[in-house]
């Protein structure tokens, strides 16, 4: 069973549109992420979602937004899509107390806007 | 502040060791280290948490030394697998949010 499941894996979209991506974990863990992976391979947290307090980056635009249907669902919505919002988006989930302390990441979303 | 990885990348032959390096300007209550190999997902290595202990599986293993906030990862007799990005996250709260280093590229040649 995937753990923490990702779809569209791939996604090619016009500049201005608008697309979402959805992000599931089985594992039973409380919190949940999205990252962005630009070309240069760093990972930047764009939020987390911790039993219903979601914690924002500042420096995401607001064009972002994250929906959090329930503990195991954490979905990413953009709007307008932009040629700089072209990168690999992961999703991940956490738990601290449970037998695997680290991060399970999804296998990503890449993203081109054109 | 983003910790500090070093070195940006390193370039080893089969069977050979690497050390790489992660530190931070603030004080730290755990480090994590993970591998991304191309084109996949960031995977989970292991946790360290205050108190310096070390930790290590199969041959790889890293150390973290509270008073320096500084971690150094270890990958012993070097494997064609182990080549990837390797980036260290440092948590300074204890609230599971991490900051992520930039990542060490390891090329490992036959």
């Known amino acids: 069973d995937t753990a923490v499941s990702q779809t569209p894996k791939y996604l090619v979209t016009q500049m201005g549109n608008d697309k979402s991506i959805k992000c599931e974990q089985n594992?039973?863990?409380?919190?949940m992420y999205w990252y962005k992976q630009d070309s240069k391979k760093f990972l930047k947290i764009m939020f987390s979602?911790?039993?219903?307090?979601?914690?924002i980056n500042e420096t995401v635009p607001n064009r972002f937004s994250p929906k959090s249907p329930d503990k195991a669902h954490l979905n990413l919505h953009i709007n307008s899509l932009e040629l700089g919002d072209s990168a690999v988006y992961f999703c991940?989930?956490?738990?601290?107390?449970?037998?695997?302390?680290?991060?399970?990441f999804g296998s990503g979303t890449r993203l081109t806007v054109v | 502040q983003q910790p500090v990885q070093s070195p940006q990348a390193v370039i080893l032959r089969e069977g050979e060791d690497a050390v790489i390096n992660c530190s931070s300007s603030?004080?730290?209550?755990?480090v994590h280290w993970y591998r991304q190999k191309h084109g996949e997902a960031p995977v989970f290595l292991m946790i360290l948490l205050k108190g310096g202990e070390q930790k290590g599986h199969d041959k790889i293993s890293a150390s973290f030394n509270e008073k320096k906030q500084q971690s150094s990862l270890y990958l012993t007799a070097s494997q064609l697998s182990y080549s990837g990005t390797y980036f260290c996250?440092?948590?300074?709260?204890?609230?599971?949010?991490?900051?992520w280093g930039a990542g060490t590229k390891l090329i490992i040649k036959p």
């Open positions: 979602y911790n039993n219903k307090e979601l914690i």
């Open positions: 991940a989930s956490s738990h601290r107390s449970s037998g695997t302390p680290g991060y399970t």
């Open positions: 603030k004080a730290l209550y755990s």
């Open positions: 594992l039973g863990h409380d919190t």
């Open positions: 996250g440092t948590e300074i709260d204890s609230n599971y949010q991490l900051i």
